[in-house]
């Protein structure tokens, strides 16, 4: 188990939250395409019509959940990074 999976664990990071909070903190950037593809990428349907709304949803829940122990940035261009706090 590494680092983001404890952490996920600590602060009880369920479903989506988890599923985005672990893909963020594998990759340096990560643009909201591929949040979306990590959300939904999985359903024959492709997800919700509103997918690009419910994966910024889910950033900004994670975001609050994860302050104290991490940060995720929103960078230019609509692309999102996961760094430790020091």
């Known amino acids: 188990m590494n680092r983001a ?10 479903g989506n939250e988890r599923r985005v909070f672990l893909f963020l903190a594998e990759r340096e950037r990560a643009t909201i395409e591929d949040v979306i593809d990590c959300l939904y990428g ?4 492709g997800g919700p019509l509103d997918a690009n709304i419910a994966a910024r949803v889910t950033i900004c829940n994670v975001r609050k959940k994860v ?6 940035r929103t960078m230019r261009y609509y692309s999102y990074e996961e760094k430790p706090r020091a």
């Not at 999976?5 to 369920?14: G, M, S, T, V």
């Not at 999985?42 to 349907?45: K, P, S, V």
């Not at 302050?67 to 995720?72: G, R, S």
């Open 67 to 72: 302050t104290d122990f991490a940060n995720i």
């Open 5 to 14: 999976e404890r952490l996920a664990d600590r602060i009880n990071l369920r």
């Open 42 to 45: 999985h359903r024959q349907d």
